[in-house]
Structure formats: structure tokens, C-alpha cells
């Protein structure tokens, strides 16, 4: 089986940073791509920053200039650095990766279970 397992939120002030990571594990051949979507009460879940296996990345537009999404290829795992943090940014950060299977040749989407960010003011 897959796993995606995310790591490093907490609780923060305004203006401070965190870094979420991704670890994947288990039975897929590579990654296509890796995802951070959060969600937080009354509110759809959104897509927050997107890289690809060629390296590609895109943001939304909330949180371009102050995050930025990296990967580690040897260790399977992907990062969001989070500067410069607002009190919207406060949600249940979820890790979505699309991994090339047995299975699914074509690939197949996996979801972490999520790691909360808080932001004071």
C-alpha cells in the first residue's frame, strides 16, 4: 500500500514561517506529481501550491511570494516553506500526490491525513 505522511505545522504568530513536509511510501514507481491543498471550517478545500516531476510549479494566488513548494526526489518527499504566514492562511494542510502503480499504470491520486497550521494575531 501508499502512504503519504505530512509533518511540521503548529502554531504560529502572524509573520512568522513553518515548513510542511510529504514523505510518500510503500508500492508506487515514481511520482508525477506532489501537492498541498488545505481546508479550513466553512471552506472548500483548495489547491495551495502544485510541482510536478519536470520541476514545474504553480501557487495560488493567496500565497504567491511568500510559499514556496520544493521536492527531494531521493527521499520521496515534498516541502512547503511558509513565510510571512496571515491568519487566513490557518487550515488543515493535506499532502495529494498522483504515483504511477502496478495497478494504475497511468497513475492515481493519494491523500495524506493532513497537518493543522494555526495563526495568531
Known amino acids: 500500500q501508499v502512504q503519504l505522511v505530512e509533518s511540521g505545522g503548529g502554531l504560529v504568530q502572524a509573520g512568522g514561517s513553518l515548513r510542511l513536509s510529504c514523505a510518500a511510501s510503500?508500492?508506487?514507481?515514481?511520482?508525477?506529481?506532489m501537492a498541498w491543498y488545505r481546508q479550513s471550517p466553512g471552506k472548500q478545500r483548495e489547491l495551495v501550491a502544485l510541482?510536478?516531476?519536470?520541476?514545474?510549479?504553480n501557487y495560488a494566488d493567496s500565497v504567491k511570494g511568500r510559499f514556496t513548494i520544493s521536492r527531494d526526489s531521493a527521499k520521496n518527499t515534498v516541502y512547503l516553506q511558509m513565510n510571512s504566514l496571515k491568519p487566513e492562511d490557518t487550515a488543515g494542510y493535506y499532502c495529494?500526490?498522483?504515483?504511477?502503480?502496478?495497478?494504475?499504470?497511468?497513475?492515481?491520486?493519494?491523500w495524506g491525513q493532513g497537518t493543522q497550521v494555526t495563526v495568531s494575531s
Open positions: 495529494n500526490a498522483r504515483l504511477i502503480t502496478l495497478v494504475r499504470p497511468g497513475g492515481d491520486y493519494f
Open positions: 510503500g508500492s508506487f514507481f515514481s511520482i508525477n506529481l
Open positions: 510541482i510536478t516531476s519536470g520541476g514545474s510549479t
